[in-house]
């Protein structure tokens, strides 16, 4: 059995009081039953923390290396001909001047492409890329 003591300011009385309550099972026995697991609101935040970190980490991950598989020019280390255009001079007779066997069109279309004109027109003392299979 086992005995409670209060003092008489804990519950209103002048003098301590026992109280003698009998304890139904052993200290060491096992507890039967299935238990629940019940997680308080802090136990929560750090199991998702938890379960998170392998995300973040990985965002992070294949955002850093990326870049990597960036699409780069295939004649990034190319050096090209250039020719000055001169007075009176347009895309047309440069095509020809370069790929006389080549059709002027295709030729003009490679050169504009290559040196990002918005059009065929050229100005007097612009430098233009040749491309590198009508470089002589």
């Not at 099972?25 to 923390?49: C, E, M």
């Not at 004649?75 to 080549?102: H, M, N």
């Not at 918005?118 to 009508?134: C, D, F, K």
């Amino acid at each position: 059995m086992s005995t409670a003591v209060f003092t008489g300011a804990s519950i209103g009385t002048a003098g301590p009081v026992r109280v003698s309550a009998p304890i139904s099972a052993p200290i060491s026995a096992p507890i039967s039953g299935t238990g629940h697991l019940r997680l308080t609101r802090k136990g929560r935040v750090v199991v998702t923390t938890l379960a998170a970190i392998p995300v973040v980490l990985g965002a992070v991950f294949f955002a850093v290396n990326g870049g990597g598989a960036a699409a780069t020019s295939s004649s990034s280390g190319a050096t090209f001909d250039y020719i000055t255009v001169t007075a009176g001079e347009s895309l047309w007779q440069i095509a020809g001047e370069v790929a006389p066997t080549a059709d002027p069109r295709e030729v003009i279309s490679d050169i504009v492409h290559l040196n990002q004109l918005p059009s065929s027109e050229v100005q007097v003392g612009e430098r233009i890329a040749i491309p590198l299979q009508y470089s002589h």
